[in-house]
């Protein structure tokens, strides 16, 4: 007989709201934690670039910067693959304790690693190995705690918890852009490279010791206790997310539309810091505005979209926003570009709006695609799939596009082109919102 999984009640007394409160800050830290890691990079990619990648050309030496930012992206789906089977397999809370630790642990060596003129070329062999290891375990984090909180979350307000995973994402990025923004600020460029570089880096592991505890204190989610009860996990959750039709065409859907998501998104996280004091001829304090300013707005977009999805559905604020990609991502670049510090705003503030409100939406959306048995896996192989082959080379392949062409535009057209490719995704999306998720 089937075991159903008990509903997560409404919050409607004080101990419901602080259970989920606990659930938030559980599914949240790690998310947190994980874009500090990766924002904190992308800011420090020129120190890290004289440090790890000497070179007479400074142009090469941050593109083998952003080429090792890469490779973390690269090992996304290889975590997706490996966590996703794990979370559907022993359990969600287990699989999160795991990353955020994993993820933790491998940045605070990152910033106990000796430079180049230290030991030589193991240097920045030794950076690569360990944005690897970042990459695998970012690969598991944000599938599991998506997967977790919209397993505990109650049915009518499933899309903003879960929208809430992607604000921490937001708040961890600002951290990561602020903590070694200051400290570039107020370093001379010697002691950035001697040593200020790590302690952004350093501060990833009492960061990622806090969300351990928060989550050990967590209970496994009523979805995944029912599937084990039934005896019907899947002996190979992978094979079992690419197995049949249907299950495939989900996978597909799921890839694609993640692809406005991973270029937006990172356009803002791993490219503005570079592309603001490169091609923006920004310095100091204004150097670091482009990405806050970026962030700030889609952190309020992430709230506005989570929450607005709960009444008119994730279709239809996800089709608003791929919209708004396509259509507004030239102009917003024309006013980044214009050269007059305001304009410069307007624009950032219209494009982090846009990728705020896909943002907000898009964990949810593929979350209820996916039956409990390989919830976790399906997610993991496809938004980690996307991430890397839209996100995580965005940064490199845009500098040296830029480079190559002299164009300061080849931003906008890279997420109008991805934009076109999410639009079809958007339109075969079954609405999902206020529905069971699928058992």
């Not at 845009?398 to 997420?415: D, F, H, I, N, Q």
Request: glycine share 10%; with cysteine; charged share 10%.
């Amino acid at each position: 007989m089937s075991t159903e999984p008990t509903a997560p009640p409404a919050p409607d007394d004080a101990t419901t709201r602080r259970a989920l409160r606990r659930l938030l800050a559980g599914g949240v830290i790690g998310s947190l934690v994980e874009f500090y890691e990766f924002s904190v990079y992308a800011v420090l990619a020129t120190t890290l670039a004289a440090v790890f990648f000497p070179s007479v050309d400074p142009t090469t030496a941050l593109l083998s910067t952003l080429a090792v930012f890469a490779v973390a992206f690269f090992a996304r789906p290889l975590g997706g693959f490996v966590w996703g089977a794990v979370g559907d397999r022993i359990g969600r809370k287990r699989t999160l304790a795991l990353t955020v630790l994993l993820m933790s642990a491998a940045t605070a060596l990152m910033g106990v690693l000796p430079g180049y003129a230290a030991i030589g070329l193991a240097a920045p062999v030794l950076l690569v190995l360990l944005r690897f290891v970042q990459g695998v375990s970012a690969g598991g984090e944000i599938s599991g705690a998506v997967s977790f909180v919209a397993e505990h979350a109650p049915e009518n307000r499933r899309g903003f918890f879960v929208g809430m995973i992607s604000v921490g994402a937001v708040v961890g990025t600002l951290l990561g852009s602020l903590i070694p923004g200051v400290l570039l600020l107020t370093l001379s460029t010697e002691q950035m490279q001697a040593w200020g570089w790590r302690i952004p880096l350093l501060v990833a592991l009492p960061l990622g010791l806090i969300g351990l505890y928060i989550r050990q204190k967590l209970d496994e989610t009523p979805y995944f206790l029912a599937l084990r009860e039934e005896r019907n996990r899947a002996a190979n959750p992978v094979r079992a997310a690419l197995a049949g039709r249907e299950q495939r065409r989900l996978l597909v859907i799921a890839f694609f539309l993640v692809a406005a998501n991973a270029s937006s998104f990172y356009m803002i996280v791993g490219y503005l810091p570079s592309f603001a004091t490169r091609s923006l001829q920004l310095s100091g304090l204004q150097a670091f505005a482009p990405s806050v300013i970026a962030l700030a707005a889609c952190l309020v977009a992430e709230v506005g979209g989570a929450w607005l999805s709960e009444r008119v559905g994730r279709r239809t604020v996800l089709l608003v926003s791929v919209v708004g990609l396509l259509v507004l991502s030239y102009p917003s670049f024309l006013l980044i570009t214009s050269g007059t510090f305001g304009l410069i705003a307007c624009g950032l503030v219209l494009f982090g709006l846009l990728a705020g409100a896909y943002a907000a939406v898009i964990n949810a959306a593929l979350v209820e695609l996916f039956p409990t048995r390989v919830r976790v896996s399906g997610h993991g192989i496809t938004y980690n799939l996307s991430v890397a082959l839209f996100g995580g080379s965005a940064p490199y392949l845009l500098t040296w596009l830029g480079g190559v062409t002299g164009s300061t535009m080849v931003g906008a057209y890279y997420v109008m082109i991805l934009a076109v490719v999410s639009l079809p995704a958007v339109l075969a999306l079954r609405e999902t919102a206020r529905r069971p998720l699928p058992m």
